[in-house]
């Protein structure tokens, strides 16, 4: 499909048009065999060891809302680019875009948020950068993060091991972020007792990778986009089917309600603090079970599984025998959330 | 969640469907339109045209309301949004309709001020903090949205705010209603009825339906269990050879309608003697416009709009798909130069829309 004549916003919300932008501009400039995955993060191997890198920039607004901030969503949004990766993150760079007339409090909040969630996340903050841009140039500041970590041994991820029967395991409610930042934003008259559920990933995973890394196959972060955007992009990439239970997946009261009425696909809702894995069908259950046993696990659920047909397409199912096709996110329906 | 699950319950969904089957005569085509696009968007969100028997066809109507408005009215709205000055307001479904050249996000992102907004009341707030700016609420929708552009008009008067002003482009539904009984390329069996419209009209005024062109009309919810139920209900009244007008929505749309809602209409809108309809064409006093004492907010008489009319593409069948005589994938553009990121015609734009409704949600063409 053709490139749109300016950037829009849609090009920055995870969904059908950031892929067109990355594909036939970036990576039509870039390609590489490092680039070309388009996964979450490089894999670059060096002396036997795999190495991960990640880079990833925050332009959410408002800059705190409830449960967490720009500040902490800068290192669990990068470090958990790693950990799907299944790296082990270790370091990270930050770099502060700061708009003159910022509080410098804010900015000193904002950094004592990222130093606490630095540390909740076993990483240092090993340099960055602060520049500096005239008032009414940036939205008070944003912050790009990279992030450095080792892959673990016996971990091998990608769509080209997924396999039809494969099972696919959600790691708890989707939604909440988005919903969170949403009504943080104060535009909408909607109120509910919700909050970020940003967290560092890598306390889930690296236990998954223990119990036996070949059996997991392939591990997003539905961040932007959703559910149904990552998932639409294994689809596109293993060109199997991907079915999955609507019952099945969790999804909170609030987030279901604030859905509801404002007309969102909980499928396409943002969330910070949680992972969806593609494993072998006969570990997914034992996967499930000690993702259960992990505090903010409990809710972990095997939400479907990869079919044959329709070939690179979502679909979910419903108990009463309904099926719909999920497709990406078209178009920028929310405000800027990461 | 309370309002919502019990109408989602597997075991009565599919005791409905086995009525559905039983009540259905397999030597009969039922040709049933849904007038709503909410109605639309469920039947896709939750599959329920693949789940009635196949001689019971949905046919998508013209109830909604960013898919009637034609291209004409919204370069119109556009061009009021090029005034620096102005600041467009516009619910969101409206962002993404393509006008001839741009749409109001594409605008938006050439630095136009176009924001979205849940509440046309919302405008007036920006208007009181951005005094130094015109406002203009882009309104549109059915009886649905009517009485909040109606109530928005009356406080910007009681508040003397005069930096606010509305482009006015509500329909009514019974005209379409009508319109479409009279076409002569179309033949219905049933009406499933406006939910969120009949809030406001309540069911009185669909007694035409049922009297002159002698077809039931239920007026349904928007839950599965609703349009099933609804869907049902039609069929029964045809086996009893009856023709009348049922409230399936009981728990929201009373008899009477919203009497505090229709007094608004009455006091801030007159009918137009006609209006375009995108597919449609020209429909008689089947529009709202402001009345002389809210002139002073009217952005048509503010900004001084041309009464612009533009075609659709040749190529896209929008008409053809509103008014039920062709499926959407059956239009030559659908899914090729006309999808829901570069919609070509309206109907592939808003989510309640037939043509986006079925493309987002349906994988498999045969299964209509």
């Known amino acids: ?338 | 969640m309370q309002y919502v699950d019990e109408f989602r319950d597997s075991r009565l969904i599919k005791k409905t469907i086995e009525t559905i089957q039983q009540l259905a005569d397999p030597t009969v085509h039922y040709r049933i339109m849904e007038v709503c696009g909410g109605h639309t968007f469920s039947i896709y969100r939750f599959g329920l045209h693949a789940l009635i028997p196949s001689n019971v066809e949905l046919i998508h109507g013209p109830g909604c309301p960013v898919c009637v408005l034609p291209m004409g009215r919204i370069d119109e709205g556009l061009r009021i949004a090029e005034d620096p000055k102005v600041i467009l307001t516009a619910f969101g479904d409206m962002m993404r309709v393509p006008g001839q050249t741009d749409s109001p996000l594409v605008l938006k992102a050439k630095g136009r001020d176009i924001r979205m907004v849940y509440s046309p009341l919302d405008s007036l707030k920006l208007a009181k903090e951005h005094p130094k700016k015109e406002v203009v609420f882009f309104a549109i929708g059915f009886e649905t949205t009517a009485p909040a552009t109606a109530l928005t008009l009356l406080k910007a008067q009681e508040w003397g705010i005069k930096n606010f002003s509305v482009f006015c482009n509500h329909v009514l539904i019974l005209p379409a209603i009508r319109a479409i009984l009279d076409s002569p390329d179309l033949r219905l069996d049933g009406f499933i009825g406006p939910g969120h419209v009949s809030t406001v009209i309540g069911c009185r005024p669909y007694a035409f339906v049922a009297q002159n062109y002698k077809k039931p009309i239920v007026i349904s919810g928007f839950e599965p269990l609703d349009i099933l139920e609804s869907i049902l209900r039609i069929l029964r009244q045809l086996k009893e050879k009856k023709s009348e007008v049922e409230n399936q929505y009981g728990r929201v749309v009373p008899w009477e309608g919203n009497r505090t809602a229709l007094k608004l209409l009455e006091r801030v809108f007159e009918l137009r003697s006609y209006f375009e309809w995108r597919g449609l064409g020209f429909i008689a006093q089947s529009a709202l416009k402001i009345k002389k004492e809210f002139s002073y907010w009217d952005a048509e008489l503010r900004f001084g709009t041309q009464g612009i009319t533009l075609t659709d593409p040749k190529a896209a069948q929008c008409g053809e798909v509103l008014k039920g005589v062709l499926k959407p994938y059956q239009c030559k553009l659908f899914g090729r130069s006309c999808n829901p990121e570069h919609p070509v015609g309206a109907l592939m734009v808003s989510s309640e829309g037939a043509c986006a409704a079925y493309f987002h949600h349906v994988y498999q063409k045969t299964e209509l």
């Open chain 1, 1 to 338: 499909m053709k490139l749109e004549q300016c950037i829009e916003l849609a090009h920055g919300a995870g969904g059908k048009s950031s892929r067109r932008l990355i594909e036939q501009v970036i990576l039509a400039e870039c390609r590489n065999p490092l680039l070309e995955p388009l996964a979450d993060a490089a894999i670059i191997e060096w002396d036997k060891t795999r190495y991960a890198l990640t880079t990833d920039s925050y332009v959410v607004s408002p800059l705190a809302f409830p449960g967490g901030s720009i500040g902490e969503l800068a290192v669990n949004g990068t470090v958990n680019d790693l950990a799907v990766s299944g790296a082990k993150p270790l370091v990270i760079l930050s770099s502060w875009i700061l708009e003159a007339g910022l509080s410098m409090e804010v900015f000193q909040r904002e950094v004592k948020a990222m130093a606490r969630a630095a540390k909740a996340a076993s990483v240092i903050i090993a340099g960055g950068d602060t520049k500096v841009v005239e008032h009414g140039k940036g939205d008070g500041l944003y912050i790009t993060t990279t992030g450095y970590g080792l892959v673990e041994p016996g971990v091998n991820l990608g769509p080209h091991r997924v396999e039809v029967g494969d099972k696919i395991l959600l790691s708890g409610p989707i939604g909440d972020h988005g919903i969170t930042v949403l009504l943080a934003r104060g535009e909408i008259e909607l109120e509910a007792t919700l909050k970020t559920d940003s967290r560092p990933l890598w306390p889930m995973i690296e236990p998954m990778i223990r119990l036996e890394p070949s059996a997991i196959k392939w591990m997003r972060d539905p961040t932007r986009g959703g559910l149904a955007s990552v998932l639409n992009e294994l689809a596109h990439d293993i060109g199997f089917g991907v079915m999955i239970e609507e019952e099945l997946i969790p999804i909170r009261q609030e987030v279901r309600g604030a859905c509801e009425i404002l007309g969102l696909d909980p499928l396409h809702i943002a969330s910070e603090g949680q992972f969806v894995a593609v494993v072998d069908q006969k570990k997914a259950v034992d996967f499930q079970k000690l993702l259960n046993d992990i505090p903010g696990g409990e809710e972990a659920r095997i939400i479907g599984v990869i079919s044959d047909k329709p070939s690179g397409k979502v679909v979910t199912l419903s108990a009463y025998g309904g099926s719909r096709m999920v497709d990406m996110l078209v178009g920028d329906p929310l405000p800027r959330i990461c």
